[in-house]
């Protein structure tokens, strides 16, 4: 069970847009802890996707965005590509649990 | 360009200890969090604990705490992350990542590490 609930498949069509929700609660994103977002090929590290909540470390293409309010965030995806077909894991900290790292369980994202 | 580079797998017998090294390069090591991240077999990730060098403090997530922990040497800018008391239940690929300094996303990370129980 994780702290973080994500989705665990979402799927969308080539060129579409998909969103993938992450929902946690008042001791960890509604406690203003930052929103960071992995993105993990079959067999390959995680990669960081977006941090602080909204911001794309160089070279992430601008077609992934995240937001986040309240004790929830989310990812979207738009003009979906094959090689977008990977798990998405969100990921903060949590002030009940003396503000150890907590993931969501992840999502898998399936390019149709 | 920051790289981080950890140890071979390994093959532990339940009950004994593993130890699974991360080096640094490339940037500047005692002021980053070094986080360990571990992945059992088809299941998502998992925040064991990190480590700020400079401090050489560490903190633990509650479900590890007693049997893991987590060093790291300044002077060859390597982490370690020592699991004892190994059951089935740990064979998962262990990460190490770089944990930035303001916003705590974990920026860089080392290949993984599989660590297989079996007796």
């Known amino acids: 069970q994780s702290v973080l609930t994500q989705p665990p498949s979402v799927s969308g069509a080539p060129g579409q847009r998909v969103t993938i929700s992450c929902t946690g609660s008042?001791?960890?994103?509604?406690?203003?802890?930052?929103v960071h977002w992995y993105q993990q090929l079959p067999g390959t590290a995680p990669k960081l996707l977006i941090y602080g909540n909204s911001n794309r470390p160089s070279g992430v293409p601008d077609r992934f965005s995240g937001s986040k309010s309240g004790t929830s965030a989310s990812l979207a995806i738009t003009g979906l590509q094959a090689e977008d077909e990977a798990d998405y894991y969100c990921q903060s900290y949590d002030s009940s649990l003396s503000g150890s790292g907590v993931f969501g369980g992840g999502t898998k994202l399936t390019v149709l | 360009q920051v790289q981080l580079v950890q140890s071979g797998a390994e093959v532990k017998k339940p009950g004994s200890s593993v130890k699974v090294s991360c080096k640094a390069s490339?940037?500047?090591?005692?002021?980053?969090?070094i986080s360990w991240v571990r992945q059992a077999p088809g299941q998502g990730l998992e925040w064991m604990g990190r480590i700020i060098p400079i401090l050489g403090v560490a903190n633990y997530a509650q479900k590890f705490q007693g049997r893991v922990t987590i060093t790291a040497d300044k002077s060859t800018t390597t982490a370690y992350m020592e699991l004892s008391s190994l059951r089935s239940e740990d064979t998962a690929v262990y990460y190490c990542?770089?944990?930035?300094?303001?916003?705590?996303?974990?920026?860089?990370w080392g290949q993984g590490t599989l660590v297989t129980v079996s007796s």
């Open positions: 990542a770089r944990g930035e300094s303001s916003t705590g996303s974990l920026d860089y």
């Open positions: 490339g940037g500047t090591f005692s002021t980053y969090a």
């Open positions: 008042s001791s960890n994103i509604g406690a203003a802890y930052d």
